[in-house]
């Protein structure tokens, strides 16, 4: 995504439909170090995206790990994990 301010992929959240609760959302940088984490929120709510930052601080270009744990509304667990790349 591109996190650079022009409104367009500036946010990286969870998206879906059959999701009650976004248990966990969490990025992580190559070494096994969590840059961004959310925990017990709703989906498809920007307010609960990653900017690209931590503590404020743009992150730089790189490949980050992303693990999603969502409560579906059928009571199942959904566990999600893959790779983002910040682009500026």
């Given at each position: 995504?591109?996190?650079?301010?022009?409104?367009?992929?500036?946010?990286?959240?969870?998206?879906?439909?059959?999701?009650?609760?976004?248990?966990?959302f969490?990025?992580?940088?190559?070494?096994?170090?969590?840059?961004?984490?959310?925990?017990?929120?709703?989906?498809?709510?920007?307010?609960?995206?990653?900017?690209?930052?931590?503590?404020?601080?743009?992150?730089?270009?790189d490949?980050?790990?992303?693990?999603?744990?969502?409560?579906?509304e059928?009571?199942?667990?959904?566990?999600?994990?893959?790779?983002?790349?910040?682009?500026?």
């Amino acid at each position: 995504f591109t996190p650079n301010g022009d409104g367009i992929n500036d946010i990286l959240m969870v998206r879906g439909n059959g999701i009650s609760t976004l248990q966990s959302f969490r990025i992580y940088n190559r070494w096994g170090e969590v840059m961004f984490e959310r925990t017990n929120v709703t989906v498809n709510d920007k307010q609960y995206g990653w900017d690209g930052t931590m503590n404020g601080a743009k992150l730089p270009p790189d490949v980050y790990v992303y693990t999603v744990e969502a409560n579906c509304e059928n009571g199942e667990l959904l566990k999600l994990k893959g790779d983002v790349t910040i682009i500026r």
